[in-house]
Antibody, heavy 119, light 109 residues
Framework: VQLVETGGSLNQPGGSLRLSCAASGFTVSSNYMAWVRQAPGKGLEWVSVIYSGGNTFYADSVKGRFTTSRDQSKNTLYLQMNSLRAEDTAMYYC??????????????WGQGTMVTVSS | DTVMTQSPATLSVSPGERAILSCRASQSVDINLAWYQQKAGQAPRLLIYRASIRATGIPARFSGSGSGTEFSLTISSLESEDFAVYYCQQYNDWPPSLTFGGGTKVEIQ
């Protein structure tokens, strides 16, 4: 069971970026998945979740700018990031909701991909 | 949104000693609380969910307790690999607004 994030890069304010999270060993579309970010030297911040049924929810700080989606054929989770701001600079992790219970805790995490927003 | 506050920010402990970390919620989260461990340069690792249930493969020296607004994570006898930052996370809010505490760094005294 593994998650691998890609797509992080240096971007200008106002720009767009799409992060990918490829899963192996389980099916993304059958699980509760999330994006969590961590600014340099700071704590963890929840970004978004997508339920197995497809419903998505976002933190207020990214609502209207970020979109979470998934591709069943590629077994991959995505985070489309638009109107990027300096405060979006962070390591972005994808994570899987725990499968042994219905709790919204995360038992599998990727290694993260770094997004930097700067002019 | 529920605000999670962890204390202390830093805990200095000697190997073999017990560490108790606290997490307080701004409103009741029932027992919908998880604890994570994060080492430098690594992703978080789930330790505890539903306030007191150890995740798969987590050693018995880690235990969680509490309900409502007050929670604690106890490491009964610290080992060298336990020095890390620990975060609590609530998942009680609906619509979902998963909030993390600011973290407690457990360092070697």
């Amino acid at each position: 069971v593994q998650l691998v994030e890609t797509g992080g890069s240096l971007n200008q304010p106002g720009g767009s970026l799409r992060l990918s999270c490829a899963a192996s060993g389980f099916t993304v579309s059958s699980n509760y998945m999330a994006w969590v970010r961590q600014a340099p030297g700071k704590g963890l911040e929840w970004v978004s979740v997508i339920y197995s049924g497809g419903n998505t929810f976002y933190a207020d700080s990214v609502k209207g700018r970020f979109t979470t989606s998934r591709d069943q054929s590629k077994n991959t989770l995505y985070l489309q990031m638009n109107s990027l701001r300096a405060e979006d600079t962070a390591m972005y992790y994808c994570a899987r909701g725990i499968v042994v219970a219905s709790d919204d805790a995360f038992d599998v995490w990727g290694q993260g991909t770094m997004v930097t927003v700067s002019s | 949104d529920t605000v999670m506050t962890q204390s202390p920010a830093t805990l200095s402990v000697s190997p073999g000693e017990r560490a108790i970390l606290s997490c307080r919620a701004s409103q009741s989260v029932d027992i919908n609380l998880a604890w994570y461990q994060q080492k430098a340069g690594q992703a978080p690792r789930l330790l505890i969910y539903r306030a007191s249930i150890r995740a798969t493969g987590i050693p018995a020296r880690f235990s969680g307790s509490g309900s409502g607004t007050e929670f604690s994570l106890t490491i009964s006898s610290l080992e060298s690999e336990d020095f890390a930052v620990y975060y609590c996370q609530q998942y009680n809010d609906w619509p979902p607004s998963l909030t993390f505490g600011g973290g407690t760094k457990v360092e070697i005294q």
